[in-house]
Nanobody, 123 residues
Framework: VQLQASGGGLVQPGGSLKLSCTASGFTMDYYAIGWFRQAPGKEREGVSC????????YYADSVKGRFTISRDNAKDTVYLLMNSLKPEDTAVYYC?????????????????WGQGTLVTVSS
């Protein structure tokens, strides 16, 4: 069972990045998938989540309107499109499988973590 996050990099403020999270060893079809991030010196926080049941989404207030989460079950992949990036978005981003089809309480229901991908927003 593995989750592979990719797509991080260095981007200027106002720029965009698209992260991908691909599953191997299990199918994402039955699980909500969440994105989390951890900035230097800070605790890990939930950023976004997408359910498996009806595709409903959740966003932290800090990214609402700028980030878009989506999933392609045929490819066992979840995406996080990040627009209008700010320096405070700099962090290691992790994807995770949630032990539930919905996103309610997803932060405490993670059963598998990806390895993380670094996003740096700087001029």
């Amino acid at each position: 069972v593995q989750l592979q996050a990719s797509g991080g990099g260095l981007v200027q403020p106002g720029g965009s990045l698209k992260l991908s999270c691909t599953a191997s060893g299990f199918t994402m079809d039955y699980y909500a998938i969440g994105w989390f991030r951890q900035a230097p010196g800070k605790e890990r926080e939930g950023v976004s989540c997408i359910s498996s049941s009806d595709g409903s989404t959740y966003y932290a207030d800090s990214v609402k309107g700028r980030f878009t989460i989506s999933r392609d079950n045929a490819k066992d992949t979840v995406y996080l499109l990040m627009n209008s990036l700010k320096p405070e978005d700099t962090a290691v981003y992790y994807c995770a499988a949630v032990d539930h089809s919905g996103c309610s309480g997803y932060g405490s229901l993670v059963w598998a973590w990806g390895q993380g991908t670094l996003v740096t927003v700087s001029s």
